[in-house]
């Protein structure tokens, strides 16, 4: 009997082990495009699976105008949108802007779901 149990404990951590395994190889995949213009970056970390990016705009933070940061994201989503062969695109919370002042960098964070 003890023989037994100790065989249906071993099955069951067997099992246990191996749907983590799978879990861990369901893990979303995201791609990081780092675009360089003039005075400015838009770094977008997109994931496919789940039809959702994050645009980074960065600038030096002496440089930074919120309305520019605002524009050119902006247009780089809709391109964005076009590009990866979606239809529309919402936001998925308020934008956020942060500045590191040790590097003189100001951040500004967009969280877009891209709709088929």
Same mark, same amino acid.
């Given at each position: 009997?003890?023989?037994f +149990?100790?065989? +249906? ?6 099992l !246990?082990?191996?749907s ?5 190889? @369901?893990?979303?995949? =995201?791609?990081? +495009? &780092? ?7 838009i ?7 789940? $039809?959702?990016?994050?645009f +980074?705009? !960065?600038t030096?933070? *002496? ?5 520019e940061?605002?524009k ?5 989503i809709? #391109? *964005? =949108?076009?590009?990866? $062969? *979606?239809? #529309? /695109? #919402?936001y998925?919370?308020?934008?956020? =802007?942060?500045?590191?002042? &040790?590097? @003189?960098? =100001? /951040?500004?964070? #967009?969280? !877009?779901?891209?709709?088929?």
């Amino acid at each position: 009997m003890k023989k037994f +149990i100790i065989a +249906i404990a071993f099955l069951f951590v067997a099992l !246990v082990g191996v749907s983590a395994q799978d879990r861990q190889a @369901n893990v979303p995949l =995201t791609v990081l +495009i &780092s675009e360089p213009a003039d005075g400015y970056t838009i770094n977008i970390e997109y994931t496919e699976m789940l $039809g959702e990016a994050r645009f +980074i705009y !960065v600038t030096n933070r *002496f440089t930074y105008d919120e309305d520019e940061a605002i524009k050119a994201v902006r247009e780089r989503i809709i #391109s *964005f =949108t076009k590009e990866k $062969g *979606f239809f #529309s /695109y #919402s936001y998925m919370r308020p934008t956020i =802007t942060k500045t590191d002042y &040790s590097a @003189n960098k =100001t /951040y500004f964070y #967009s969280f !877009v779901l891209l709709q088929k």
